[in-house]
């Protein structure tokens, strides 16, 4: 079956710019995460999404980053005024149970 | 902030070796789980094992769990090329399964 994948695969932007990323998680996954990875490290959590709670926010860096999520489907990333320490690869994972995530390939983010 | 550190950072061994891997951890958790990374196929999940469990296999791979000295072990044996990749441990303290992933150990396999 379909994995998760995520939208765009890179994407380079100017610092400042505003950038949305898109995740298409696993079709029934209820959970969905989102991560970040920068260069050589390991990943950093961002945000959480349950089902219809309230979403945990609690790993995102600034008030620039902001999650949404359209029931249990899409989910979008946005960064605002992007700077180049966002530069990282954005990763997506979503789950069934409260265990095993299935990770998407990421999208690379280059800010400029 | 990392909440697990792997070691060592980068291991290169022959084929048909056994190459293991660390993790140490900070604070209590409900489980720890062991990923593989390569450009390939992305991030890959391997293996999982509860706090209260303290060894577990899957294949050609073992991980044990000590609670006490808050580690983790990552055993492959007879390693092969295709091994090659970065590994990751990563602790989830519950409360809805957000992971904390360390730095990673580079693992390269040599024919």
């Known amino acids: 079956g379909a994995g998760v994948s995520q939208s765009p695969s890179n994407k380079v932007t100017e610092k400042g710019k505003d950038v949305e990323l898109r995740c298409d998680p696993i079709s029934g996954h209820t959970a969905l995460y989102w991560y970040r990875q920068r260069l050589g490290q390991g990943l950093e959590f961002l945000i959480y999404?349950?089902?219809?709670?309230?979403?945990?926010k609690s790993g995102l860096p600034s008030d620039r980053f902001s999650a949404e999520r359209t029931g249990e489907s899409v989910s979008t990333l946005t960064i605002q005024r992007t700077q180049q320490e966002d530069s990282a690869v954005y990763l997506c994972?979503?789950?069934?149970?409260?265990?095993?995530?299935?990770f998407g390939p990421g999208t690379r983010l280059t800010v400029l | 902030s990392q909440q697990g550190e792997e070691d060592p950072q980068a291991l290169s061994i022959q084929e048909g070796e056994n190459a293991t891997m660390n993790c140490s951890y900070k604070?209590?958790?409900?489980?720890l789980q062991w990923y593989r990374q390569n450009s390939g196929r992305g991030l890959v999940h391997l293996i999982l094992i509860r706090s209260n469990e303290r060894e577990k296999h899957s294949g050609r791979l073992r991980v044990t769990l000590d609670t006490s000295k808050k580690s983790s072990s990552l055993l492959i044996t007879a390693s092969r090329a295709a091994d090659t990749a970065s590994y990751f441990c990563?602790?989830?303290?519950?409360?809805?399964?957000?992971?904390?992933f360390g730095t990673g150990t580079q693992l390269k396999v040599e024919l």
């Open positions: 604070t209590s958790i409900n489980n």
């Open positions: 999404f349950q089902g219809n709670s309230a979403p945990d």
């Open positions: 994972a979503s789950s069934l149970q409260l265990y095993e995530q299935f």
């Open positions: 990563a602790t989830d303290k519950g409360g809805g399964n957000k992971l904390t």
